[in-house]
């Protein structure tokens, strides 16, 4: 998995060469999605629920379009794995 992410989970260091992640599709929300794509066919969701002044902020694991397409990932948003940011983006 990535190497160094910035704050914004928007580039990531990967084999040497920099991947940038965009935003394809979002829903806003007391429970917003985000649907993240890479140049190198990588997509990954991030999703925020607000209650009250609290944000809690989860992420799935990139995935290849070759697994699955970033619209069917969108489609099934809701029912995807989400964790932390360090399980999905942390050394493994």
């Not at 935003?23 to 925020?48: H, L, P, V």
């Given at each position: 998995?990535?190497?160094?992410i910035?704050?914004?989970?928007?580039?990531?260091?990967?084999?040497?060469?920099?991947?940038t992640?965009?935003?394809?599709?979002?829903?806003?929300?007391?429970?917003?999605?985000?649907?993240?794509?890479?140049?190198?066919?990588?997509?990954?969701?991030?999703k925020?629920?607000?209650?009250?002044?609290?944000?809690?902020?989860?992420?799935?694991?990139?995935?290849?379009?070759?697994?699955?397409?970033?619209?069917?990932?969108?489609?099934?948003?809701?029912?995807?794995?989400?964790?932390?940011?360090?399980?999905?983006?942390?050394?493994?």
């Amino acid at each position: 998995m990535p190497e160094i992410i910035d704050y914004l989970y928007q580039f990531h260091d990967k084999g040497g060469h920099q991947v940038t992640f965009f935003i394809i599709s979002r829903e806003s929300g007391a429970t917003s999605y985000y649907q993240y794509m890479s140049n190198d066919g990588y997509w990954y969701m991030m999703k925020e629920v607000r209650t009250d002044n609290i944000v809690v902020t989860t992420y799935t694991r990139p995935v290849s379009i070759e697994t699955m397409t970033a619209a069917l990932g969108w489609t099934g948003r809701a029912d995807l794995t989400y964790n932390t940011p360090d399980e999905v983006f942390g050394e493994e």
